[in-house]
């Protein structure tokens, strides 16, 4: 995946303006128009992509084990800016491309992709002697 990023993965709206990737562009086209859509009802995503207040985590398989590295890598990237950012409301948008069957299949991938999160940040708590 040809990018200009620094790390391929996560994404400021700014990067995916001057990214050489098509994939990556009709994504974040994509879930622009679907929220711009009248009917999306989350208001909090419609002002964070109006003001570009967002950050957007493109993965290939949810729970996998490396999108799991790849997103808790991203994760903490945004905490920092989040931290540093003057924005109430600064989002982080993860999406997975994979293939996801039905509600119920996406409900266990979530899960199951939390607790690998989870069972990571506490490896590396116990690592680090707790702290």
């Given at each position: 995946?040809?990018?200009?990023?620094?790390h391929?993965?996560?994404?400021?709206?700014?990067?995916?303006?001057?990214?050489?990737?098509?994939?990556?562009?009709?994504?974040?086209?994509?879930?622009?128009?679907?929220?711009?859509?009248p009917?999306?009802?989350?208001?909090?995503?419609?002002?964070?992509?109006?003001?570009?207040?967002?950050?957007?985590?493109?993965?290939?398989?949810?729970a996998?084990?490396?999108?799991?590295?790849?997103l808790?890598?991203?994760?903490?990237?945004?905490?920092?800016?989040?931290?540093?950012?003057?924005?109430?409301?600064?989002?982080?948008?993860?999406?997975?491309?994979?293939?996801?069957r039905?509600?119920?299949?996406?409900?266990?991938?979530?899960?199951?992709?939390?607790?690998?999160?989870?069972?990571?940040?506490?490896?590396?708590?116990?690592?680090?002697?707790?702290?």
């Amino acid at each position: 995946m040809k990018t200009n990023n620094s790390h391929p993965t996560y994404w400021k709206p700014e990067e995916i303006g001057n990214c050489e990737n098509d994939r990556i562009k009709d994504i974040h086209m994509d879930l622009n128009e679907k929220i711009a859509d009248p009917k999306y009802p989350c208001v909090g995503a419609k002002a964070s992509i109006n003001t570009d207040q967002y950050r957007l985590g493109i993965y290939e398989g949810m729970a996998s084990e490396k999108t799991t590295q790849q997103l808790s890598i991203d994760l903490k990237i945004y905490m920092r800016e989040t931290i540093d950012a003057d924005s109430d409301y600064l989002t982080f948008i993860a999406y997975f491309t994979d293939e996801i069957r039905s509600e119920l299949d996406f409900e266990h991938r979530l899960w199951d992709q939390l607790q690998k999160l989870q069972h990571r940040r506490s490896q590396r708590q116990l690592g680090s002697g707790g702290k």
